[in-house]
């Protein structure tokens, strides 16, 4: 494609994941030829190879259709396809697919999905085109499953049987027992220098370690100790220069917390309440092979590309979220896919460690399940009907709709379609219903017209492409958000994209900035009839709070990362991704220039006053 001068759009879940692609096409096709879209990140836009994530691909086709000009693409290729089943996002990968001109072709890949001939049939049908399912019965590098038994002794974990793999007749003996021997008591973590030095012995190391929750893995790295770097000066000397070198350029990493702790051990914490930067330093460490272990949560095997020999798993459900769920098939085929490097190990091993929430049949129950099934995850949501709206007549829109993975489904019949039925309709009119009533509340907001046409207001607000863009869009016609100052407009804006619950102590016990909470309380007071008739209605509407918009509002003013991650107990992961979504949601404001110039001004200014180290490196 790209000897032939064509362009190739290559769409990933993940920002992280969208960084790592693009480092390693830019040293396969050279940097010229590889451009980046993450929001965050602008460069190159034009190459012959775009990486960005999914929804930057979604609104791409969103402009397009409005345009009527043709996207400049001659191959889309949707990494980690089995999104298209994801809960929340699903939506995006489907809605790609329906609006995907039939002249580009079209790659999915992915490594966990049960039912790829379901969606090569849904394509076909869609598209007129055949669609081919290739799949690799082989794994890259062999996988083999390991328990590791308190007394620090390794035992296969199944053995083959008729019905499939049981559990290894030592593994089944320890299940069974009544007074098992423990790894760790009082509920506590494991030893892990020790199982470490066990797993370095038989040459199981580099190790991925997939624990329950951030402190886990955060306490994990001072559980290790530095007899196996100790033996080795050579090699710890290499890694002390290398974490140097990362993070010569990031002030703020010099100093991490968790630093001797990599200097000692090599070993890493990595999950979602670190920085971007250190989580972009802990990867690069274990992808090129300076760490002997990394304790990462579940969500680490999504899609970010370190392999490693080995893969340690210590529990067998994972949190969704909202609740711990048993493991599915299909998550710990993503856990155990990290381990084995190709072109290093002939083997990979998924080392299963006993424990109060390890459940050994479950885990070969698992190991001999096919991934699951991908059910449609399409739903309405007040963006995707304005902007639908823009360029389609809602006859039009229901017809595109019909080309949907849940139509399909439907039609399929068997029990996927029962599944199907049940949640958007038998003809899909729980879905069309669902439209309507967005519409009709578009309606009586003044959004959308009697035939469906956008308005004024609705034209605009098509453009805010974010969680909550009624209530934004409410805010800016109404003249709620701060016109002229733009600390306080990253504030106010912090608050629609806040994802925590909080209580509003701080508006009556603590000394807040005025202008900040005048501004907040009048914003909240005059948006509250509005959000009332959302609720009663049966949509969402998120509730405000003051304390994201005053760490917002803070950083803005120029009070030190420290003080506030300090002060207010918030993680720096979770501080930076508020203020990265709060970045992404005033880019859609600076949208709207032609209609409200000085706001988007003064959006523009608010991105570049939160978008600073150590939230963003360049």
Known sequence: MIRKNGKVWYATPLKALTNSIHSQFSKVFGRERVGILTGDIKENPDAAIVIGTT??????????????????????????????????????????????PVRIPLLLLSATIGNPVSIAEWLESIRGKRCRVIKAQERPVPLFPLFIHPSGTLFPLTEESEEGKILHKK????????????????????????????????????????????????????LCHSKLLNQNPERKQALIDKIDDLVSSHPHLKTHAQIPYLERTATASHHSGHLPAWKAVVETLMAEGFLDAMFATSTVAAGVNFPARSVVILNSDRFNGVEFMPLTPSELQQMSG???????????????????????????????????DIES????????????????????????LEKSFASYLIRSGKKRGKIARKRFGSDMELLWDDFIDHMDFLLLEKFVTKDGALTEDGLWASKLRIDSPLLVAQSIRNNLLPQSDPALLA????????????NDEPLYHQALPKALKDVFLDVRKELKPFAVTMLEKGFSAPNLYIQPSLLIYLWAQGEPWETICTRYDFSEGDLARLILRTGENLRQVAKLEEHFPELAKTAKTAVDLILKEPVMTY
């Open 377 to 400: 995850r399409l739903f309405i949501n007040f963006s995707m009907v304005l902007n639908l709206l823009l360029s389609h007549t809602p006859d039009q829109i229901k017809l595109l």
């Open 55 to 100: 929804e930057i691909l979604r609104n791409q086709l969103y402009d397009a259709m409005h345009t009527g000009e043709n996207l400049t693409s001659d191959l889309i290729i949707l990494d980690e396809a089995h999104f298209l089943g994801d809960e929340q996002r699903g939506v995006v990968w489907e809605e790609i697919i329906i609006y995907l």
């Open 491 to 502: 504030a106010i804006v912090g608050a629609f994209v806040n994802e925590r619950e909080f």
């Open 171 to 222: 593994v089944f003996k320890f299940a069974h027992s009544k007074n098992k021997p423990v790894m760790s008591r009082n509920e506590k973590l494991p030893p892990f220098g020790d199982i470490l030095h066990i797993l370095s012995t038989y040459d199981l190391l580099p190790a991925i370690f997939f624990l329950k929750s951030r402190s886990d893995c955060d306490q994990a790295i001072k």
């Open 338 to 372: 990290r381990a084995g490097r190709r072109g290093k190990d002939k083997i990979g091993f998924c080392i299963v460690m006993p424990g109060r929430f390890m459940d050994l049949n479950h885990m070969v129950k698992l190991m001999n399940s096919p991934p699951l």
